[in-house]
């Protein structure tokens, strides 16, 4: 197997051994990196150099907002904006534009113009039409609407564009948001159209509310492509609902977009953290967001509100309280939060990688994207009619083959080995129109129990008596096997420890686990029980068993 030797070791190169920009990283996925960017500052080489190299797509901070763009009623600034543009196709990046409709930042002239419901919409019709035909072909996605969600509790805010006095649709709740979204579909039916907003990044109030919306919009065929995570955080941000949200807005055919992060930490005068721990407990935030976004193939693009502390609004808003919220420090050195998303980027598995000219690896065991031994996963790609095998070579250099499923010339199902060790692998279809392998991860994910019918006599669980008298009970499941020492493995029945007496391949099936366990004595004839197994600090799930 010396070549998937070979393969690994370039795979452990491609998975960042080097030093790496975030951008190599992103592109190897097939993933959108982004930051918003400031025309004003090209002209400092260390910015321009920063902006091009490390990202693949960049948002205006402000140049696009309709007070810098349409500075009367019958002015528009292209001009920064068109800079920005410029800078993007010399650097073969993406525009990403923002935004059409907001509460702020809207040009005095519409404000303070008393303006009746009618005008405004004619006004709002015009501004969204001109600025999406002006930059049709160059902005890839729009945010249309900016925050029209108020905090708590979430409702439709108040404001020009919905009910002061609004573009006719005032009361008729977010009717106004979906006028504009036809709008700017009319104007480029090629960019992708996003609903954007701050404080709704986990699953929550705020984030329900804009999830009802996304829900109807779908239902009805309103044009809304995806939904924007902001995602300003600070330490005390709790991202575990982060997936959860990120994977129903998926299941409604949206993408998502981690779009203005960053994660602000307390300051002193000088601008140097007030402790300095914090620098690491951001990465970990940094690492959190971007890895969770990376475990799913819809979340497309992560974007940070900035690049380098240098330049960031934070700052400005927390009054000089706040700031360092950003990858990169004041002088563009690379902070522990940059080195976390590298560290994100190299962990995840290939998830995004395009579908042309490769092939990309989606899990099908559970809705997390994790690749994991003993998982099942289902490759895409093209000329793979006649594969014949996967292989997959993990950090120890041995190849194993993974048991296939489902062969068509564009998807190949199959399970990964329960034995791989979790890290960095290579996986290769062999037998197609040609040899195709990527780069890839598996992780370790927790153990799995079978249960049946709850009698103990199922597939899930059989109690056994040895020769020697013992009872003891066989558990079936997922996730055992390669990854622990016997000694590892803990098994719980009814709260009991029970001596484990085998782990490991079940045998027959292959990929199957087995745990055998003696059963506490105590406990036999009592009926119904909970057993939960753990390997490695990892739990199973419960499952009952009459014992
Ligand atoms: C901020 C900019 O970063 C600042 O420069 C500007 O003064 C105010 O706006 N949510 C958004 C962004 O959608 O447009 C905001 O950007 C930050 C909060």
Known sequence: MTIHRTLLVAALVALGLEAQTLREEADRLGMLVGGAVDPELFGQAAYANAFATQLNMLEPENDMKFGVIHPSPTTYNFSP????????????????????????????????????????????????????????????AWDVVNEAMSDSPPALRSEVWYDSPGIGFAGQGTKYIEQAFVWARAADPNALLFYNDYGADVVNAKSNAIYAMAQDFRARGVPLDGIGLQMHLSLSSDLSQLGPNIQRYIALGLQVHITELDVQIPVKANGTPVNPGDLQKQATLYQAALSTCLRYKGCTAFQTWGLTDKYSWIPGYTNGVDGLALPLDANYQPKPAFNAMITAYQNAAVLNAPATGGIS???????????????????????????????????????????????????????????????????SVNGG????????????????????????????????????????????????????????????????????????????????DQINVVLPASLIGTGSVNIEVEVDGRVSNVVQVVI
């Not at 040009?107 to 008393?114: F, R, Y």
């Not at 070579?393 to 489902?406: E, N, P, Q, V």
């Not at 019918?453 to 558990?475: K, N, R």
Request: glycine fraction near 14%; include cysteine; hydrophobic fraction near 40%.
């Open 361 to 427: 690896v989606i899990s099908a065991t559970g809705g997390t994207g994790l690749l994991a031994p003993g998982g099942l996963i289902s490759i895409y790609g093209s000329g793979l009619g006649n594969a014949s095998s996967v292989l997959v070579t993990d950090s120890s250099g041995t190849s194993r083959m993974a048991t296939l499923l489902y062969v068509s010339a564009t998807q190949v199902n199959c399970m990964l080995p329960a034995d791989l060790l979790p890290g960095p692998a290579m996986l």
């Open 81 to 140: 904006g068109d800079q920005i543009v410029a800078f993007a196709q010399t650097n073969g990046q993406k525009v990403r534009g923002h935004n059409l409709v907001w509460y702020q930042q809207i040009a005095p002239w519409v404000t303070g113009g008393n303006y009746t419901a009618s005008q405004l919409n004619q006004i709002l019709h015009d501004h969204i039409t001109t600025v999406v035909s002006h930059y049709a072909g160059q902005v890839f």
């Open 433 to 512: 129109d040609s040899p195709v392998s990527v780069a890839t991860r598996t992780e370790t994910v927790a153990p799995g129990l079978f249960t049946a019918d709850g009698t103990g006599q199922g597939m899930a669980a059989a109690i056994t008596v040895d020769s020697g008298g013992t009872t003891y009970l066989e558990l079936f499941g997922t996730g055992i096997r390669g990854r622990s020492d016997i000694a590892n493995v803990h098994v719980t029945v009814g709260g009991v420890a029970a001596p484990v007496l085998y782990a490991g391949p079940q045998g027959q099936f292959y990929g199957l």
